[in-house]
């Protein structure tokens, strides 16, 4: 299996999860159908399917299930960050976004029906284990929840402490970037072995951590660089916000080379679980090299 196809594969699952039709709105039903499928890298989701086989579990419909979980998730905050009283963007993966679609009512709703669908894929899952779909769910509440990225953008638009450091916003961005990078590992893993030990859960973390983290400032860096038509959303849509960012703290260079640490020690982390030439190390250095 190529990233390509696991790609491929995680959307056709995706839609084959959405609702069809609705007795209360068939116009939700097609909100939520707009934010979710016809664009995506699914990378969320690629990540939970390549750790899990990294770690040479035979479990892919179960693994399959919460790469689903998390971009559902994933989906429902991407609808609800571009809303009117969040960051009111027009355009999302190179089409018109759910609110503009839709209006801003039926966009919340759409993502209100999505964050709860994920829960309903876990817990409803044929090919994870009682633990398993618990642990899951965990996993994904704390992450997506007020400890974390709801946590991360309810600090990102608030104009009560405002972000003016590096270490202030590498905070910002774990929280609403990092964690769920973190659950997609950690979902992987917990695929993959229902007794994880101490050691390899930590790994999860961290590594998680630091791939969202990295994966936030390569964003910055296509925000000043990419046009609207390459990444299919707004381009410089922070700076007309008002965001601080990596390139306006350090710099362009500073924020490349720091991107360039990253690399190297994500490099080693890989290293310390034989992941090298993964289909996982493959999807790492894609995340990076958007810059290129």
């Known amino acids: 299996m190529t990233l390509d196809g696991i790609r491929e594969q995680i959307g056709n699952a995706l839609a084959d999860h959405l609702p069809k039709n609705s007795e209360h ?9 707009w934010g979710v499928l016809g664009g995506g890298k699914r990378l969320r989701g690629t990540l939970v399917y390549t750790v899990s086989e990294g770690f040479s579990t035979s479990n892919i419909a179960g693994a399959l299930d919460f790469a689903v979980a998390i971009e559902l998730m994933h989906s429902y905050s991407l609808i609800h960050d571009d809303l009117p009283s969040m960051d009111d963007a027009d355009l999302r993966r190179g089409k018109p976004s759910t609110h503009k679609k839709f209006g801003a009512a039926m966009a919340t709703l759409a993502g209100d029906a999505l964050q709860a669908l994920a829960f ?29 990225m709801v ?31 973190k659950a997609a590992i950690l979902l992987g893993l917990i695929v993959g072995d229902q007794d994880l030990d101490p050691d390899t859960l930590e790994w999860g973390e961290k590594f998680g951590m630091k791939l969202g983290w990295v994966f936030q400032m390569v964003d910055d860096v296509i925000d000043v660089t990419q046009s609207s038509d390459t990444t299919g959303k707004p381009a410089l849509h922070d700076d007309k916000l008002g965001k601080i960012t ?12 720091r991107i360039e640490c990253a690399r190297k020690e994500l490099k080693q982390f890989l290293k310390e679980k034989d992941l090298e030439n993964s289909l996982l190390d493959d999807l790492v250095w894609r995340c990076i090299d958007r810059v290129a």
Not at 122 to 147: D, E, F, H, T
Not at 246 to 257: A, F, S
Request: aromatic letters at 6%.
């Open 25 to 33: 709105s068939e116009q939700l039903v097609r909100a939520i159908a």
């Open 246 to 257: 990596y390139p306006q703290l350090l710099g362009m260079e500073g924020t490349l080379e």
């Open 120 to 148: 309903d894929v876990i817990a409803n899952s044929k090919y994870l284990s009682s633990s398993q779909i618990a642990r899951g769910c965990k996993v994904l509440a704390v992450a997506s929840g007020w400890r974390g």
């Open 151 to 181: 946590g991360g953008q309810a600090w990102d638009i608030s104009d009560e402490q405002p972000v003016g450091s590096e270490s202030e916003l590498s905070q910002l961005h774990q929280a609403k970037t990092g964690e769920i990078f």
